[in-house]
């Protein structure tokens, strides 16, 4: 008896054993057992995929990475002749007449090549003045480069060199990494080829001041991976090898990397990349408004609830942002339902469209929250595409902005665009400044920059300029005949 009380017993445990085998395989799914929100879930899976498609031999392994994008980032040499107008007759008396003068100018920075064919993303401040190009890549070949395109307002710029099979970064999305997370940066600090250095992700959004135009466009990625002179134009990478951001930028007492490094995002490149090489322009879509920080005072005077958003200190006459209904002091709080807290989080956003584009604008208007459909213009007011150099700003060495609907009733005009910057040329010259409004260019009213370059004939002709000084002191030149 006691033989078959062990026997059933065993066949029990065995078939109870089996059945909750069976239970737990078909009904309770490892899959279904995550538990907590929606978003927590998709946090977990996202996780999940990252890692299983990073080989990993340590914590903090970064040799895949490395070992995938170090021969896809080159070293940009640049040549350039510089000339003054200054004379030292004390170096001439040794050297010889003319001596100093003119006299030619080598830089060096990095580029990334994100085709096989041979295009290559790197900064415009590399490039900029020069005139010659050249790329030697981490295996030594040297080529020619042509400049494809150039955008100031983002600090990119596009090389082509003439060669096949080469490898290349694929573009990752800047839009996914997180504070804290690894980066690398590679790139050819004091000409010291193929140098990888690594960090986190310390800061994103960062607005630093450091572009000089009209339509800047500054959303950095702040890391701690440490850039020197020459790191310019190279790769920030993720661990997974994908291109997150060009390396433009390091604040630093010495001019040598003192903790903080700084990239354009691969959102804003990406879009500057295939617009310079399908157009040879960046093809920017304008809300066209005056944009500032939502602070503690705008949000107490426009009932808000929290200090977050971005403030409309204009909106400019005739604009996609009139056009659609927006106005004066509105605070723009979301952009096709993704959030939207700071300039330099708006500016990001919208330029990643064209004109043309609409775009869903989430607003409040006195604490009420309303939305818009905004199609967005180019420089010269329209929706169309635009050709290479028409969007150029720098007319006799100042660039500009359209007046807003508080210019015109400070100055009590019709139309009208103001000096944003100035540097040495005519303008200057006549005693122009910043802030300047300017109404009428050779006899033709103005109400942007391109009406300004055909008024004047591409530069070639200036009669007479009419308008105001800051201070609202009404002003005319002319020139004698």
């Keep these: 008896m006691k033989g078959k009380?062990?026997?059933?017993?065993?066949?029990?445990?065995?078939?109870?054993?089996?059945?909750?085998?069976?239970?737990?395989?078909?009904f309770l799914d490892r899959d279904n057992l995550v538990t907590g929100t929606e978003k927590e879930r998709q946090m977990i899976e996202e996780n999940t995929r990252y890692t299983s498609m990073v080989p990993q031999s340590g914590v903090n392994d970064f040799t895949f990475a490395a070992e995938n994008t170090v021969h896809?980032?080159?070293?940009?040499?640049?040549?350039?002749?510089?000339?003054s107008d200054y004379s030292n007759p004390l170096y001439e008396f040794f050297y010889g007449p003319g001596a100093?003068?003119?006299?030619?100018?080598?830089?060096?920075?990095?580029?990334?090549?994100?085709?096989?064919?041979?295009?290559?993303v790197t900064n415009n401040h590399v490039i900029?003045?020069?005139?010659?190009?050249?790329?030697?890549?981490?295996?030594?070949?040297?080529?020619?480069?042509?400049?494809?395109?150039?955008?100031?307002?983002?600090?990119?710029a596009l090389l082509k060199i003439k060669a096949t099979g080469l490898p290349y970064i694929k573009f990752?999305?800047?839009?996914?990494?997180?504070?804290?997370?690894?980066?690398?940066?590679?790139?050819?600090?004091?000409?010291?080829t193929s140098t990888v250095t690594a960090g986190i992700v310390s800061a994103r959004g960062r607005s630093l001041g450091l572009l000089d135009n009209?339509?800047?466009?500054?959303?950095?990625?702040?890391?701690?991976a440490a850039l020197n002179q020459g790191n310019s134009g190279g790769a920030l990478v993720n661990t997974a090898g994908e291109l997150i951001g060009i390396t433009t930028a390091i604040i630093s007492p010495s001019g040598a990397y003192a903790g903080n490094s700084f990239a354009v995002p691969s959102s804003i490149v990406n879009k500057v990349y295939e617009d310079l090489r399908e157009y040879g322009e960046v093809q920017r879509g304008l809300l066209g408004v005056n944009i500032t920080d939502v602070n503690s005072e705008i949000a107490e005077a426009e009932k808000l609830r929290e200090i977050k958003g971005v403030y409309l200190a204009g909106v400019v006459e005739d604009g996609a942002a009139q056009a659609a209904g927006?106005?004066?002091?509105?605070?723009?709080?979301?952009?096709?339902?993704?959030?939207?807290?700071?300039?330099?989080?708006?500016?990001e956003k919208v330029n990643r469209y064209r004109p043309g584009d609409r775009l869903e604008v989430t607003y409040l208007r006195k604490g009420r929250q309303d939305k818009k459909m905004v199609t967005l213009r180019n420089i010269e007011?329209?929706?169309?595409?635009?050709?290479?150099?028409?969007?150029?700003?720098?007319?006799?060495?100042?660039?500009?902005s359209p007046v807003t609907s508080g210019d015109k009733q400070k100055y009590r005009i019709s139309n009208g665009v103001k000096i944003t910057s100035i540097t040495e040329g005519r303008l200057r010259d006549l005693g122009l400044g910043r802030g300047t409004v300017i109404v009428d260019v050779n006899g033709q009213k103005v109400n942007s920059a391109a009406d300004i370059r055909r008024a004047t004939n591409d530069e070639k002709n200036l009669t007479s300029i009419e308008g105001f000084t800051p201070d609202g002191t009404y002003f005319k030149y002319q020139t004698r005949r």
């Design 5 to 26: 009380s062990l026997i059933v017993t065993l066949l029990i445990a065995l078939l109870g054993a089996l059945a909750g085998l069976f239970i737990y395989t078909r």
């Design 72 to 83: 896809a980032v080159v070293h940009v040499k640049t040549k350039a002749t510089v000339s």
């Design 100 to 120: 100093g003068r003119p006299r030619e100018v080598r830089g060096f920075g990095s580029g990334v090549i994100v085709t096989a064919d041979g295009y290559i």
């Design 128 to 156: 900029e003045e020069a005139d010659e190009v050249e790329v030697t890549l981490n295996d030594k070949r040297t080529f020619g480069a042509d400049v494809v395109g150039r955008d100031p307002s983002t600090d990119i």
């Design 172 to 192: 990752g999305n800047s839009d996914a990494i997180r504070l804290g997370e690894w980066v690398l940066a590679v790139g050819n600090p004091f000409n010291l």
């Design 214 to 224: 009209q339509y800047r466009i500054e959303s950095f990625i702040q890391t701690d």
């Design 326 to 347: 927006l106005a004066e002091k509105d605070v723009i709080i979301a952009i096709n339902g993704e959030p939207v807290e700071t300039t330099a989080d708006l500016q």
């Design 381 to 400: 007011g329209g929706t169309g595409i635009v050709a290479p150099g028409s969007q150029s700003t720098s007319i006799f060495g100042a660039t500009f």
